[in-house]
């Protein structure tokens, strides 16, 4: 059975950091692209970053390139997503997301390629 669990959310201020760990087990981790999306209440939902399986490409947004770094470690099967210079714009609830299958690529634009999603770790961000 696949689980993904994220943690690390909290409350910061306008221009702080802070840093997002996804945990996945269950599947062969070092195959699968994984991605984080967030969703701020009234809107949809956004891709925020990808990491290829091997960790050698990884993709932003444009709202949060040159301040997000995505990293992946494929020994303990975790992704980390560290927010720096945080906006008020940034908060949202965060959810990670591995790939469906191995044969995908990665992607933060196509949320229908991630099959597998956690229950979301929430992010604030005051002015």
């Known amino acids: 059975q696949v689980q993904v669990v994220e943690s690390g959310g909290g409350q910061v201020q306008a221009g702080g950091s802070l840093t997002l760990t996804c945990v996945v087990s269950g599947l062969k981790f070092d195959h699968y692209p994984v991605a984080w999306f967030r969703q701020a209440p009234g809107k949809a939902r956004e891709g925020v970053s990808c990491?290829?399986?091997?960790?050698?490409?990884?993709y932003y947004s444009d709202s949060v390139r040159g301040r997000f770094t995505i990293e992946r470690d494929n020994d303990k099967q975790t992704v980390n997503l560290q927010m720096a210079s945080l906006k008020p714009e940034d908060a949202a609830m965060y959810y990670c997301a591995a790939a469906r299958d191995t044969t995908e690529y990665c992607s933060v634009d196509e949320a229908a390629i991630f099959g597998y999603w956690g229950q979301g770790t929430q992010v604030t961000v005051s002015s």
């Open positions: 990491v290829s399986e091997g960790g050698g490409s990884r």
